[in-house]
């Protein structure tokens, strides 16, 4: 598997909060937080199978949604790639990228 | 004496097509709370909604709503916290009534959701979470709460069949409700070979679509026998609430909104859990029914299937649960929910719920959740002294 990408976010540099999200202040210190990069790496903690899809979404389902635990880094909400049979609780996922407010990882 | 009594109730069936507007879904509940209370006129109305202004285009429902009730004139709101807003609707009446500035006040719920396709009702559902932070995988409310399911199934290693338990129970339960939205026995097996709608949960794991509205009328507990001879106290209204998106929270199995609301509301009631004789809990999926009855003080992490499959929450059990058939099986008109529980909890309590009688229940609690436990509103009842 080729080296991933790198997951750009947030971090808060006096209390070490941190985030993919941007956000206006540090919600646990209320600093200023400053730009990162987490490891492309990460771990599944939860997932699902999405079959009945919401409005806009049609026609992509079934899709694997999970929560992955990035090394390193934050808990996220993202789409795994590959077949819904092979995700499973604990398996490592490498990032894809972020497009249009998606993040993607791959088995 | 200071506190705050439910006078007057009332309920719309829970249907899918009911051909009827919202509008005419909220006057059909508040009209035969009104007239039980033996009123014709409330001092200010809390109308719990979640999703008109998606799927219905209208917003503004305190003024719609009062004017509609031919209460005109009152201070009226609209109280949303997506799928909890009845319950929080009514934690927003009670604090009125206790203000002492409003003496009598309707509060309940209304929801619209048939009529609509799938993919319009599970997108207007999604508003209850942080859509800048999830929205873009395409993730449906079902979807969020199928992953508490896959976690609470792997960490404690409870069987789908076990969580299966609460569906089976609600169903049996809504044979007497004349008002359910379904009258049909299911068993476990139905449960688990029914289709997969966001893995692990499948269709009998969840809630439906429906249209219904739920009122009550309260005032102070001090003026509750000028309206009723079977006045019921709320003894304690509390609304908890966390982070908005599942994994800012470091534990998906336990919902901490719930376990800070019912602290706080057994501490104001002066009850504790082995006191409650009836408990209505929010079972919008069968793995919340059964986390809320470890939340809410009933069963430790993990165990609380085994309550609902050993029958203890039979309505001949130890502790009656969603003894008119729950959301799963009552049905779930989102906004309204938590109204609805607090309807069935004071017929319960004044010795009216028919069929679905149990007996000597003196004591209820009521747990509503909105968003993936982000907003939870807990209500203590009791049977009012004379």
Known sequence: ?107 | MRGVAIVGVGMTPVTSGSGKSLTELFVEAGTQAIEDAGIDRVDSLYVGNMMSGFLQNQEHLGALMATALGNEGVPSYKVEGACASGGVAANAGVKAVLSGLEGVVLVGGVEKMSGYTTPEVTAGLMMAEDKARVGGTGVTFVGLNAMIAREYMHRYKVPHEAIAAFPVLCHENALDNPKAQFHKKITVEDVLKSPLVADPLRLFDCSGIGDGAAALVLTSLKNARKFTDTPVEIAASTVGTDRVTLYQRPDITTFEASRKAVAEAYQRARVKPEDVDVLEVHDAFSVLGIMALEDLGFASKGSGSSLAKDGVCARDGRLPTNTFGGLKARGHPVGASGAYQLAELALQLSNRAGKCQVPNAEVGLAQSVGGIGTTVPVHILKRAGS
């Not at chain 1, 999405?50 to 694997?64: D, L, M, T």
């Open chain 1, 1 to 107: 598997m080729a080296e991933s990408e790198q997951i750009p976010g947030y971090v808060c540099p006096k209390c070490n909060w941190f985030d993919v999200f941007r956000t206006a202040a540090c919600p646990n210190c209320h600093g200023a937080v400053q730009e990162t990069l987490f490891p492309g790496r990460g771990k599944v903690a939860s997932f699902t199978v999405i079959r009945y899809p919401p409005k806009g979404f049609q026609g992509e389902s079934p899709y694997v949604v999970a929560l992955i635990d990035i090394d390193h880094g934050p808990r996220v909400m993202a789409r795994v790639n590959g077949k819904p049979e092979d995700v499973e609780i604990g398996k490592q996922v490498s990032y894809q990228g972020n497009s249009t407010g998606r993040l993607e990882f791959t088995l």
